[in-house]
């Protein structure tokens, strides 16, 4: 290649790269502009959705909704105790007294037991024989004798 194609060639290739180099350049900021644009589409929607949050609590405070719970468990427990009223049947059960009744089963039980126990065969009892003439007492001479030969026999003991 004559001397002239070379640096032209040169130039031109100088010049690719320059051009490359304001391309890429291009390129970065058009992706920090796209991700600014994100950033601020981004924070007003966050400032809408803040704005409408407090418009939608702004008639409410925690007062306002611990009273509202409130209100609604009285009703529930009206409606519960409307409920167990309708469902008992009508004259049933309307004079029972839970004491009286387990003061009844208390005696029945009993009773049962009772009979039971009348039923039980007793056991057989052994007894052994027992003899039925008085023992003969004895008299204070006896004792007399019998503590004289006691003490004779500790003192012939005692040498």
Do not use: F, W
């Not at 929607?45 to 407090?54: D, F, I, L, P």
């Not at 007894?127 to 004289?148: G, H």
């Amino acid at each position: 290649m004559p001397p002239r194609t070379d640096e032209r060639k040169k130039a031109y290739d100088n010049n690719i790269e320059k051009i490359n180099g304001a391309r890429m350049t291009i390129e970065t900021q058009m992706m920090a502009i796209e991700n600014a644009n994100v950033n601020l589409e981004t924070m007003s929607a966050m400032r809408a959705g803040a704005e409408a949050m407090k418009n939608i609590h702004g008639s409410m405070d925690i007062n306002k909704v611990d009273s509202t719970m409130d209100d609604i468990r009285d009703q529930m427990d009206v409606a519960n105790e409307i409920s167990e009223a309708i469902s008992r049947p009508v004259g049933i059960g309307e004079d029972i007294d839970e004491e009286e009744l387990l003061n009844e089963l208390e005696e029945l039980e009993q009773e049962e037991l009772d009979a039971k126990m009348l039923e039980t065969p007793s056991p057989a009892v052994y007894t052994p024989n027992v003899p039925v003439y008085e023992p003969i007492r004895r008299t204070r001479v006896e004792e007399d004798d019998e503590e004289a030969e006691l003490k004779a026999l500790q003192a012939s003991m005692a040498m």
